[in-house]
């Protein structure tokens, strides 16, 4: 008898901790805030459109923004927050280019005007996301939201696991690996960058400071490099200069990002390191050699899992009144 009871404990805690979980994925649900505040998302949406067609580089802004805030401490909106002393997320190397932040505040203050208290800063950066990318004409995904507000912000953990433009794949993947993301997850989401942008300093050293003829990097088109340095990056300290990422095809989201991987046109050394690895080339291949809309279903499983990651719920973090701000 005392053999079935201890097995009764064993199962009444096992399936408690399973309810604890359940509740904490059924907390983040599409419509989340379709009684609390039943504007929400289309607030958001009305906003977007009426200003991203002005702006539409912001999409990839806040694309960025939004991976750049998941990657680290979940999708929680940390990367949102100021500090007095520059030791927040945003203060760290990779986020020093990031841009949007004004815009995410004003879309706040409309949902604080319409439901105080209610919308989560981290629900309105993924929706932000995936609306400014939609009324730019690419892939839609689905937004399920209930996020909550995280209140630490700390620019070690984002220079550490933000990936760098100069990563190798195995560092790349072991960093996405860390986030629950997987090889596909990084092919797919590093497809943003077909309407990214960047500057000298992020290929720079590829162009002057390589192994190759010139300084320049041998994994990288010679042609390719060469008109970098002659009309872009003219000094290897030029810290200005605008680069597309997908050069001819920027405002447009589609597959030549990944057409000039296969013509060792990557921008990025990270770019290139996704054709060293022949998993991640095969999926490449297959992507090219598909109907445009398999690139945008692949992309939109991925980026509505990225939104997963780590998220907080339930009673977790808080609903900021400010995004820049943890409230008093």
Known sequence: MAGTSSARIVLVVVFGVLALIGSAQAQLQMNFYASSCPKAEQIVLDYVKQHIPNAPSLAASFLRMHFHDCIVRGCDASVLLNSTSGQAEKNAVPNLTLRGFDFIERVKSLLEAECPGVVSCADILTLVARDSV????????NVPTGRRDG??????????????????????????????????????????????????????????????PGGIDPTMDSEYAENLKANKCKTASDNTTILEMDPGSRKTFDLSYYSLLLKRRGLFQSDAALT??????????QLLTSPPQFFFDEFAKAMEKMGRVNVKTGSEGQIRKQCALVNN
Request: proline share 5%.
């Open 134 to 141: 939609v009324t730019t004409g690419g892939p839609f995904w």
């Open 276 to 285: 060293t690895d022949s998993t991640s080339l095969a999926f490449i291949n």
């Open 151 to 212: 209140v630490i912000s700390n620019i070690t953990e984002a220079n550490t696991n933000i990936p760098s433009p100069f990563h190798n794949f195995t560092t790349l993947l072991t960093l996405f690996s860390n986030q629950g993301l997987n090889l596909t997850d990084l092919v797919l989401l590093s497809g943003g960058h077909t309407i990214g942008i960047s500057h000298c300093p992020a290929v720079s050293r590829r162009l002057y400071n390589s192994t190759g």
